[in-house]
């Protein structure tokens, strides 16, 4: 143990994150034969298995588990001693991690494209996933910022800007619910065929809420974590989806797609977010961004 280098852990946790030894060779640019083998090796050395098979992937052994903990600990630390150096001489450099939601990606590119001109030393490493994966970056240390609609109430979440954008239906303009003569409601959607995104999300999170609230139960013909596919099935396949009208903007613009608005207060009071960890002292080009996007991207822009 006494001879063991922890910075190999990092084998583990790609084959970990990624799902199966395969998908972290991917990640860390390598042959799925020499990841087992490092994983194989850290195991004789530590006399305790570190991953097991599951089904058709893998999975951390609870000694796994206690070990990543540690090398994401370890890391995040170093991270946060870095970051204070450069708050001490102030540096305009590093690397900035940045998490976004679905609709954000072309209003935030925008915003980093111009940031990445007055700050040539940064490295933007950006991600995309649900409200649920925004989430756990910004709380485990692993984005500095975050921008992600309606997550639920953290006290470790910092929102620094926050905007109302109500949840809408998304249809054609043809489509029957844009005839109504009032908001739509959540229970006119169960005469329609539905495409939704799945539970991680936080516009699936939110419309769950609503029905719990409404006593109605929804029944999706598709469920899709791709803007595309349910872009296609409004589109093509006469269906509903459920967004904010930021997440079609485009389409809505030019006049393929209809955003109607909900009736229920609670579907009406949802926001996007632009988050932090709380008690988190940002390096100042991480500071800086937050910055620029709390003045410049008009989807949280109050």
Request: hydrophobic share 45%.
């Amino acid at each position: 143990m006494s001879h063991f280098d922890f910075r190999n852990l990092a084998y583990l946790e790609a084959a970990v994150t990624a799902g199966s030894v395969r998908g972290g060779a991917e990640v860390l640019n390598t042959s799925p034969s020499a990841l087992s083998r490092q994983i194989a090796k850290m195991e004789t050395e530590l006399n305790v298995p570190l991953l097991e098979r599951h089904g058709r992937g893998v999975r951390p052994t609870e000694a796994g588990t206690l070990f990543l903990s540690y090398f994401q600990d370890q890391r995040r630390q170093i991270e946060t001693v870095v970051e204070g150096v450069w708050q001490i001489l102030g540096l305009q450099r590093g690397a900035i991690a940045i998490a976004l939601g679905r609709g954000f990606g072309e209003a935030a590119m925008a915003v980093m494209k111009q940031f990445s001109k007055t700050h040539p030393s940064v490295q933007l490493n950006l991600s995309f996933g649900s409200t649920d994966e925004i989430v756990q970056k910004i709380v485990e240390g692993d984005a500095h910022i975050g921008l992600a609609y309606n997550p639920p109430k953290d006290p470790k979440l910092h929102c620094n800007a926050a905007k109302l954008h109500p949840m809408c239906a998304i249809t054609k303009p043809s489509h029957p619910l844009t005839t109504l003569s009032r908001r739509v409601r959540i229970s006119d959607l169960v005469n329609y065929d539905l495409g939704l995104l799945p539970g991680k999300f936080g516009i699936r999170q939110t419309l769950l809420h609503a029905e719990d609230d409404e006593h109605v139960m929804l029944a999706p013909k598709l469920i899709a974590n791709s803007d595309f596919a349910l872009e296609r099935f409004a589109l093509e396949w006469d269906g509903v989806t459920v967004s904010p009208a930021f997440g079609f903007a485009a389409k809505i613009a030019n006049g393929d797609l209809v955003a109607t608005e909900f009736e229920e207060p609670y579907l009406r009071a949802a926001e996007a977010q632009l988050l932090t960890r709380r008690g988190r002292k940002l390096s100042p080009a991480a500071s800086a961004l937050l910055q620029a996007f709390k003045a410049s991207l008009n989807v949280i822009r109050p």
